[in-house]
C-alpha cells in the first residue's frame, strides 16, 4: 500500500496570505488527523477528520481550518498568516483511529 | 486536557547497551499509548505502542510498558546500533474516546555511538 502523501513539501509566504495545504491517506484509512511541529512547541494536533466531519479539534485559532473529501482526502487552511504559523504540517492517516501513520509533512515558511 | 511529560530530553549511549525513556500522562482516560521515532528530516514513524489493558509489550529490541496507577510508560530499547539514533517521542490519546487526538512528549533524542 502507499503511504500519506502530502503536497506540496515546501512552502513560502508572507505574513498575511493565506495557504491551503493536502493530503491523501492510505487507502482505506478514512481518519486524516492534522498537527503542527515546531522546535519550541513540539508536535501539536490541529483537528481530525472522519468520513468528512470534523471529530476532534485542537487549541488554535479559527484561521486554521480543515475539510475531508468524499474519497478521505484532507485539506488544512491558514488564513492571514503570521509569522509564528512556520512549521512542519504533518498529517496522519488512521483505518479507525488507533495507529495513526504519518505523511512527510509541508514545511511551510512566512516571511 | 492531557499533558504528556517525557524524560531524558537526550540520551548518548554506546552501541550494545540499552536505552530507557519514560513518559508520564496526566489524564487517567487515556487508554492508547504510542511511541514514534522521527529522524533527521523524516516523518515521525510509528514503532511500538501499548493499549491500557496490557502492561508490556515487546517487539524484537524495543519493548514498551505501561504503569496504570502511576500513570507512566517507558520505551525499552535493547543492543543498540547506531541507526537507533533519532529522536524519540511518546503520546497518549487523552479522554477523547479515540486515538487520533495525541498528545505527544517533548521528545528525546537518542545518540548511539560507537
Known amino acids: 500500500k502507499a503511504g500519506v502523501t502530502q503536497t506540496p513539501r515546501y512552502l513560502i509566504k508572507t505574513r498575511g496570505q493565506q495557504v491551503t495545504l493536502s493530503c491523501s491517506p492510505i487507502s482505506g484509512h478514512r481518519s486524516v488527523s492534522w498537527y503542527q511541529q515546531t522546535p519550541g512547541q513540539g508536535l501539536q494536533f490541529l483537528f481530525e477528520y472522519f468520513s468528512e466531519t470534523q471529530r476532534n479539534k485542537g487549541n488554535f485559532p479559527g484561521r486554521f481550518s480543515g475539510r475531508q473529501f468524499s474519497n478521505s482526502r484532507s485539506e488544512m487552511n491558514v488564513s492571514t498568516l503570521e509569522l509564528g504559523d512556520s512549521a512542519l504540517y504533518l498529517c496522519?492517516?488512521?483505518?479507525?483511529?488507533?495507529?495513526?501513520?504519518f505523511g512527510p509533512g509541508t514545511r511551510l515558511t512566512v516571511t | 486536557g492531557e499533558n504528556v511529560e517525557q524524560h531524558p530530553s537526550t540520551l548518548s549511549v554506546q552501541e550494545g547497551d540499552s536505552a530507557v525513556i519514560k513518559c508520564t500522562y496526566s489524564d487517567s482516560a487515556s487508554n492508547y499509548f504510542p511511541w514514534y521515532k522521527q529522524e533527521l528530516g523524516k516523518r515521525p514513524q510509528l514503532i511500538i505502542d501499548?493499549?491500557?489493558?496490557?502492561g508490556e509489550k515487546k517487539d524484537q529490541r524495543i519493548a514498551v510498558t505501561l504503569n496504570k496507577t502511576a500513570k507512566h510508560f517507558s520505551l525499552h530499547i535493547t543492543e543498540t546500533q547506531p541507526e537507533d539514533s533519532a529522536v524519540y517521542f511518546c503520546a497518549a490519546t487523552g479522554n477523547t474516546g479515540t486515538a487520533s487526538k495525541l498528545t505527544f512528549g517533548t521528545g528525546t533524542r537518542l545518540q548511539v555511538t560507537l
Open positions: 501499548i493499549r491500557s489493558n496490557v
Open positions: 496522519a492517516s488512521s483505518s479507525q483511529g488507533w495507529e495513526q501513520y
